[in-house]
């Protein structure tokens, strides 16, 4: 994918989650079913960092269950870590960073260092190209100790016939479908008003050949959330 296709794509959800960050935040007030059940295998006492944490719904039930370990939580959206900061039940460290700029993990302190579990629910599939997600994930294993956990989950929007529906066309943005990768899309947002994001459709193949790629064995895998439970795709990858 050339350069400038990468940035606008990034520039787009850029745009999407600091103009809609609160808009986005309240339809995010609850948990989904998939994340729950992995809150539910992590000790209490477990280091983590949470990359592209939101508005804080994850840290704050963490916190609930009586969380004792360090907790990072990071995003680039300003707006999101606000109400973040804001609505923080305790103890919390809340950084703003670019994942898909290269060194962007040289900005947490070193006292956090290394970190058990790695999350990145809803994040990897809103980094376009294959060699940015790659980097990313090998920046990440350079976070985790040894028998650390990368935990993810990749939206599967193509078992939601409402969201095939706000599927946009790639020249709707001045782009044409040969511009980007097999996978990427573009959808539209109708809460507060309008918006697009893109989105990168994983397949289960897909991921099992990052995890590989990236020296990550998958320890578990399962679909999640949504009507059915097909809405999202979880994975624990371990080192």
């Not at 995010?28 to 508005?55: H, K, S």
């Not at 670019?98 to 260092?113: A, H, N, V």
């Not at 790659?134 to 989950?153: H, N, V, Y």
Request: hydrophobic residues 40%.
């Amino acid at each position: 994918m050339q350069i400038e296709i990468v940035a606008r794509l990034l520039e787009i959800n850029q745009q999407f989650y600091q103009s809609f960050s609160v808009p986005f935040s309240a339809t995010r007030q609850r948990l989904q079913a998939g994340v729950i059940r992995i809150m539910d295998e992590i000790p209490p006492d477990v280091r983590l960092l949470d990359v592209g944490c939101g508005n804080g719904t994850f840290s704050n039930e963490l916190l609930k269950r009586g969380h004792t370990g360090d907790y990072v939580g990071m995003d680039f959206s300003s707006g999101l870590l606000e109400i973040s900061r804001r609505s923080s039940s305790g103890p919390a460290t809340f950084i703003q960073a670019d994942i898909s700029k290269p060194g962007w993990s040289t900005i947490i302190p070193s006292r956090f260092l290394p970190f058990e579990s790695v999350l990145a629910f809803a994040v990897l599939h809103h980094i376009p190209g294959q060699s940015i997600r790659k980097q990313f994930l090998l920046e990440t294993r350079d976070l985790l100790a040894p028998g650390g956990k990368f935990i993810q989950s990749e939206w599967q929007f193509q078992n939601s016939p409402r969201l095939l529906e706000r599927i946009l066309p790639w020249e709707s943005i001045g782009i044409s479908q040969n511009q980007v990768e097999a996978g990427d899309y573009l959808l539209d947002w109708r809460s507060g008003g309008k918006g697009i994001r893109y989105v990168h459709l994983f397949s289960e193949e897909e991921l099992a050949g990052l995890a590989g790629e990236c020296k990550f064995q998958i320890i578990d895998s399962f679909f999640s959330d949504g009507l059915g439970n097909r809405l999202s795709l979880y994975q624990v990858w371990g080192i």
